[in-house]
């Protein structure tokens, strides 16, 4: 099982930036598919971004492309998602997650471990 920890969430106003980092446990990190997931009040979790385990496949959420950059350093063990041009709609708690398999999924259920959330919230 692998351990995820978020972090890098917080306050920030409309069109902002923040970066979110998840730092994760396992010593087969640089095998598995990374995707970041969120969960607004009252909503669903939904899908973000997943980078495929070289980093060479990325997928985005379509309200998020343009504006969001996964990224992962596989010698540190984390995945990033660097988060510009924020909008209040982007308000949620956000979520890593690690998938065992070599495919950029956008399921969550496709999703093996996962991480404890992260607040971000973007005031208008």
């Known amino acids: 099982q692998v351990q995820l920890v978020e972090s890098g969430g917080g306050k920030v106003q409309a069109g902002g930036s923040l970066r979110l980092s998840c730092v994760t446990s396992?010593?087969?990190?640089?095998?598995?598919?990374m995707g970041w997931f969120r969960q607004a009040p009252g909503k669903e979790r939904e899908f973000v971004a997943a980078?495929?385990?070289?980093?060479?496949?990325?997928r985005y959420a379509d309200s998020v492309k343009g504006r969001f950059t996964i990224s992962r350093d596989n010698a540190k063990k984390t995945v990033y998602l660097q988060m510009n041009s924020l909008k209040p709609e982007d308000t949620a708690v956000y979520y890593c997650?690690?998938?065992?398999?070599?495919?950029?999924?956008?399921?969550?259920?496709?999703?093996?471990?996962w991480g404890q959330g992260t607040q971000v919230t973007v005031s208008s």
């Open positions: 997650a690690a998938d065992r398999a070599d495919v950029v999924n956008t399921n969550e259920y496709e999703y093996d471990d």
């Open positions: 396992g010593r087969t990190f640089s095998l598995y598919t």
């Open positions: 980078i495929s385990w070289s980093g060479g496949r990325g």
